[in-house]
């Protein structure tokens, strides 16, 4: 009976997401242009460059995976025959056999963004056949959903994945329209905070009536947000363009914010043609180790000055991971007294104490020791770069 009870409270399913979920998706670089043989080479890559062993869990498939009509008789969708010539209980058992988990795409309105058939009214029936095909991640998007009410389609959906029975973490993807970390909690693991990224550092791109956001401009929209975020219910970001165009110097200041701010890491670029530059940012266990830090708690900016930005994240037995960032295009020099600074985070009551405390300094992407919060610490930081330091008692 107890049992009973708190099921019917539990909406969502328990602890899939205890730290902010690590994988790849196909969008950013492959849009609709998507196949068994991409699926099944990104997966192989995923294995090969490290990625799986660094914590890329995820593979998921974005718009584009179905033909474009259900099944007449049974209204299931139907996988493009094309694309998946194999059906895609095929492609997961694939992803599956490599040690990966397997993730789908598709969208509350009656049609995806990318005009393929939408759940609308077959949600149900849409979460039997994603468990039947063993996905154990769903991203749900926004389009095509005029008149609908965001809370409540998410919540039927959250609720048809429980009851076809399998765990499968669930990504809305509704763009933060109608605030989902206000009510999102116990829908789903992740909620997309802000409209589509672009490989762009800051600004916004246009493309006619629609406008994709520059990294800078994404991280600006999460300032407000970390309370709403944690273990098994984060903010989301977006997915990442490391490694699609940007200077190095972006992406590792993209990987790096992402990283302060615990959010999801999806790779978006296409595995396997990356260099080993691209390949070392996404690899790198220390920047991930703040991501995927057990205390689960989103960074903050502590001061924005003439561009330059300082952000802290309290990580567990009270280390610090700190970011100092700088937006402009001139190199700044950054200096900052860890023992006259007061640091805390209000959210949880952690303050940082230089005073009573002498921490240990890393230097995280120089992999060099940089003293003792003793002494101050300047340094230059170079256009669109970051100094990350991981403090250590
Ligand atoms: C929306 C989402 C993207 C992607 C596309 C697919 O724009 O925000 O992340 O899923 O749809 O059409």
């Known amino acids: 009976m107890l049992a009973c009870s708190i099921q019917s409270f539990a909406q969502k399913f328990e602890n899939l997401a205890p730290t902010p979920p690590m994988g790849w998706n196909s969008w ?55 694309k998946f010539p194999h059906g895609m209980k095929a492609v997961s058992d694939y992803v599956h056999s490599k040690g990966l988990k397997f993730g789908l795409y598709n969208c509350a309105g009656t049609k995806t963004c990318a005009g393929y058939p939408g759940t609308r009214g077959y949600e149900y029936q849409d979460a039997r056949l994603y468990a039947s095909f063993g996905i154990d991640y769903l991203k749900f998007d926004w389009c095509n959903t005029d008149g609908i009410n965001a809370k409540e389609a998410y919540t039927t959906m959250s609720k048809a994945l429980k009851a076809a ?39 916004i791109k246009t493309y006619g009536t629609w406008h994709a956001n520059g990294v800078m401009t994404i991280v600006d929209l999460q300032d407000t947000l970390r309370k709403y975020a944690g273990p098994n219910h984060w903010n989301d970001p977006d997915m990442l363009e490391v490694g699609n165009g940007m200077p190095l110097s972006e992406d590792r200041t993209h990987f790096s914010i992402w990283s302060m701010m615990a959010a999801p890491l999806i790779a978006g670029n296409d595995i396997r043609k990356m260099t080993k530059e691209t390949q070392a940012i996404l690899t790198d266990k220390e920047v991930i180790a703040i991501d995927q830090d057990v205390l689960g708690i989103q960074g903050f900016k502590y001061a924005d000055q003439d561009s330059l930005q ?10 610090w991971a700190v970011c100092f960032l700088n937006r402009s295009s001139v190199p700044k020099r950054a200096h900052f007294n860890w023992k006259t600074e007061s640091v805390t985070d209000d959210l949880n009551h952690i303050s940082l104490n230089a005073n009573t405390i002498t921490y240990k300094v890393y230097n995280v992407w120089a992999k060099k020791e940089a003293g003792t919060t003793a002494k101050d610490i300047s340094a230059t930081i170079l256009p669109h770069d970051v100094l990350l330091l991981r403090l250590s008692k």
Do not use: H
Not at 310 to 319: A, C, E, S, V, Y
């Open 28 to 82: 950013n670089t492959f849009q609709t242009k998507i196949s068994e043989k991409l699926v099944m080479e990104t997966a192989d890559m995923l294995v090969s460059s490290g990625m799986k062993d660094a914590g890329y869990t995820y593979l998921v498939l974005d718009d584009g995976w179905m033909s474009m009509q259900r099944d007449s008789k049974t209204g299931d969708l139907i996988a493009d025959p094309e």
């Open 165 to 203: 029975g399998r765990p499968i973490v669930f990504s809305l993807c509704e763009w933060g329209n109608n605030k989902p970390w206000e009510w999102a909690g116990n829908v789903g693991q992740l909620w997309r905070s802000t409209g589509d990224i672009n490989n762009l550092f800051d600004g």
């Open 310 to 319: 300082t952000w802290f994240k309290p990580l567990k037995n009270g280390d």
